[in-house]
């Protein structure tokens, strides 16, 4: 089993619409979480960060945050065909770890 | 926008050559990575360092070397190139504890023929 796991897609969503991004993690000791995304070609940059259970907002996004399902989303309303990219959830394996564990990335298709 | 800089971009080069995937930062950093980045897939940790003369393999078994002789400075080493290499390598650095806060380079895509 991966350590982060992500449907792949593609995912198509309308413009305007709600787009919902899924990632679950394995290990339950994980303590903090990621959303990063990637236009093609280019590198990741990080757009949220949750830490406890619950949602967080930010603008158009909010990432949730549910630790007993091991299970992080985040959604991006009035979508935009400038949110068109790879959405990489990435996750600390374990309090202290200097490093970040990321799944596959979901790519996202915002249809004008 | 982060200092943080990789050469080259994009190179082709044949089996068995020797290359040199460079990774400079000037934001003092002490912490640096290399990831390794197949099309559509996730980023895998290939070699990661904690400051000067301190390297430690990453998640994903790798044929290649890399050395922190200086705090901005962190190059990496293929010794024999093979078309299995082809890939996209990401260099990322950050400061203190905050891993979330990864700069990321601009990457090197290689292509071994």
């Known amino acids: 089993q991966k350590e982060v796991e992500q449907n792949s897609g593609p995912l198509s969503v309308p413009e305007g619409a709600i787009a919902s991004l899924n990632c679950t993690y394995s290990?339950?000791?994980?303590?903090?979480f990621f959303w990063y995304r990637q236009y093609s070609g280019k590198s990741p940059e990080l757009i949220m960060s949750?830490?406890?259970?619950g949602d967080k907002e930010d603008g158009r996004f909010t990432a949730q945050l549910n630790k007993a399902s091991q299970y992080v989303s985040l959604l991006i309303r009035d979508s935009q065909p400038s949110d068109s990219a790879t959405y990489l959830c990435?996750?600390?394996?374990?309090?202290?770890?200097?490093?970040?564990?990321f799944g596959q990335g979901t790519r996202l298709t915002i249809n004008p | 926008e982060a200092d943080i800089y990789q050469t080259p971009r994009y190179l082709v080069i044949g089996t068995g050559k020797k290359i040199t995937l460079e990774c400079s930062q000037t934001?003092?950093?002490?912490?640096m990575y290399w990831y390794q980045q197949d099309p559509g897939m996730e980023l895998h940790l290939i070699h990661y360092?904690?400051?000067?003369?301190?390297?430690e393999k990453g998640d994903l078994s790798s044929e290649s070397t890399v050395s922190r002789i200086r705090t901005e400075h962190f190059p990496l080493t293929l010794e024999s190139a093979r078309p299995s290499h082809t890939s996209q390598y990401l260099c990322?650095?950050?400061?203190?504890?905050?891993?979330?806060?990864?700069?990321f380079g601009p990457g090197t895509r290689l292509l071994v023929l």
């Open positions: 990322a650095s950050i400061q203190g504890l905050v891993i979330e806060t990864q700069y």
């Open positions: 290990d339950r000791v994980s303590q903090s």
């Open positions: 990435a996750v600390i394996p374990r309090q202290g770890a200097q490093k970040l564990v």
């Open positions: 934001m003092g950093h002490d912490k």
């Open positions: 360092s904690y400051g000067v003369n301190s390297t």
């Open positions: 949750i830490y406890s259970n």
